[in-house]
């Protein structure tokens, strides 16, 4: 049973509401064509005018009908003057003024001042409903939210009504619906107390099936990121599990200041229960990101935008060699890069293997040899069995994926597609160079910070008194600006750097459709 209420009044009130917006809309226009026209005056500047004996008349004509021998003869002045029309008003000493032969406008009953103050007693009214409303709101929550929730359970219950299927006037009914394997058990036996036959089948592949994502405690914190993109297709592998460490380094990479990490994790740890317990998840992934922002800070150094490596304290000099300064921690991001590239394109060989077969996954392995083959032959080592390693790995991957990039094919079709797909590999090489942007992020982060404190000491410096006390708001603000900055960035370019380059090579495709089963969503129906 819905709950009552006042509907009525509620009614009521919007509609009142309704009107006094449409009465606000209805003085602006005027106001404003007033003061288009005739410019910004009161009645009352008018009547005071007619106290001295000055009358005033206004008239609007057509630009060539107005001659300017009236300026001579008579007190004129032009207001607005447009391509075809022009106002202006007569002023004269006598109630009876001259008759010029072009209509006059009636004065109007208020002027622009007038009605700005009908406009403000119009916005306080308009307040006192909104005020009414909200309160009318908070009060009505729970109500509303139930009310919600039940047409939303009757409207789901309809529309599964529809999709059944009935014979003999409505005495046989059949619906078909998904159920999760690992749930079929408990629905069997649901099902048998109710004495309802059923028969259960297999998805094929041809069907939309429905995706559900049962990943464990740690990975299932990311399914909200991978979302963002597309869900698995059914005969696809979940790919949350396998991006979700490298996300969690590559945000860490990105914002890269311990003290930034310390502190989005003492604010979570203090305020995260405020957030509710619908929001359980995306706080404790937000700790996890913290923690993961305090580790790469220490191991590039920086904290708050100070440089523990040029400039160490004394308890940790002897430490310090162990973190990393700017060339390493490039050559770490296109480590990365590498390393999630070659273990996108394993993946894709077990989606290959799963879907079609392990004939599919011989080009794909190709790739990966020609990968490791050229990033042995382009390294630094000097040794020629490295090198020569490498050139024969290249050369078998460049083989496999002339060869078997599409087994179905003949010999000639495969050779030309193999061609077509070796010219890919600047596109891998294109991937791996947008893993710069980890190390590019990180840096431009430091660098930030480092001058919101250079202008945080010299501000300092410059008063003995106010110095300390803006010293300290500059580095609040400035920081605070530096870390939401940083923060955006650390999201969104692993985001990308997740849905681009590991899903291509991964081969991921995606469109999964979520599944969401039919069940009532208030359980304490007061029915």
Not at 99 to 125: F, H, T, Y
Not at 317 to 328: A, P
Not at 370 to 391: D, H, N, Q, R
Not at 399 to 409: C, M, S
């Amino acid at each position: 049973m819905i709950p009552h209420l006042k509907v009525l009044d509620l009614k009521d009130t919007l509609v009142q509401l309704d009107q006094l917006k449409k009465e606000k809309k209805s003085l602006e226009n005027e106001k404003q064509e007033l003061e288009t026209r005739w410019g910004h005056f009161s009645s009352q500047q008018i009547e005071q005018l007619q106290q001295w004996n000055l009358y005033l008349q206004l008239y609007q004509c057509k630009k060539s009908r107005f001659k300017s021998s009236w300026k001579e003869e008579y007190a004129i002045e032009v207001l607005d003057e447009g391509n075809d029309k022009i106002c202006f008003a007569l002023i004269h000493e006598e109630e009876e003024g001259p008759q010029l032969p072009v209509p006059a406008i009636p004065l109007p009953v208020r002027g622009p001042v007038e009605l700005e103050k009908a406009l403000s007693d119009q916005d306080k009214r308009i307040a006192v409903i909104e005020d009414r409303l909200e309160e009318f709101a908070y009060r009505k929550l729970g109500d509303l939210r139930y009310t919600y929730a039940v047409l939303n359970d009757r409207y789901e219950l309809k529309a599964t009504g529809q999709q059944k299927h009935s014979w003999h006037n409505g005495s046989m009914n059949m619906v078909e619906a998904w159920i999760p394997k690992a749930e079929e058990e408990e629905t069997s036996a649901a099902l048998n107390e109710a004495g309802i036959y059923f028969e259960t089948e297999q998805p094929v592949p041809e069907e939309k099936t429905p995706i559900l994502l049962r990943n464990k405690k740690v990975s299932s914190l990311f399914e909200p990121i991978g979302s963002l993109f597309s869900l698995p297709e059914y005969t696809e592998l979940d790919l949350t599990p396998f991006f979700a460490p490298f996300f969690l380094m590559f945000f860490g990479f990105c914002l890269g200041d311990a003290g930034y990490g310390l502190v989005l994790l003492l604010a979570l740890l203090l305020f995260g229960k405020k957030l509710g317990p619908e929001n359980k998840g995306i706080v404790r992934l937000a700790q996890l990101l913290g923690l993961s922002t305090v580790a790469f800070g220490i191991l590039t150094g920086t904290v708050f935008g100070v440089n523990l490596i040029q400039n160490p304290p004394s308890w940790l000099e002897g430490y310090n060699s162990f973190m990393l300064v700017e060339d390493q921690l490039f050559n770490l991001a296109l480590a990365f890069g590498g390393v999630q590239i070659i273990f996108g394109l394993v993946i894709k060989m077990v989606n290959q293997k799963l879907q079609y077969g392990w004939i599919y996954t011989v080009s794909t392995g190709g790739w990966i040899l020609l990968i490791i083959g050229l990033g042995l032959v382009g390294g630094s080592a000097p040794e020629t069995m490295i090198k020569k390693i490498g050139a024969g790995s290249s050369l078998l991957g460049a083989g496999l994926i002339l060869f078997f990039n599409d087994p179905k094919a003949n010999i000639l079709v495969r050779i030309g597609k193999g061609l077509w797909e070796l010219y890919g590999i600047t596109g891998v090489f294109g991937d791996l160079l947008s893993y710069i942007r980890l190390f590019a992020l990180g840096l431009s982060s430091a660098i930030l910070g480092l001058v919101i404190n250079s202008i945080g000491l010299s501000i300092l410096e410059s008063n003995p008194y106010l110095g300390p006390v803006f010293f300290v708001i500059f580095l609040i603000i400035g920081h605070g600006l530096n870390f939401f900055i940083a923060g955006l960035g650390a999201f969104v370019h692993p985001m990308r750097l997740t849905f681009v380059e590991f899903y291509k090579n991964a081969g991921f495709t995606g469109g999964g459709m979520a599944y969401k089963p039919f069940k009532k969503h208030y359980k304490n129906d007061k029915s």
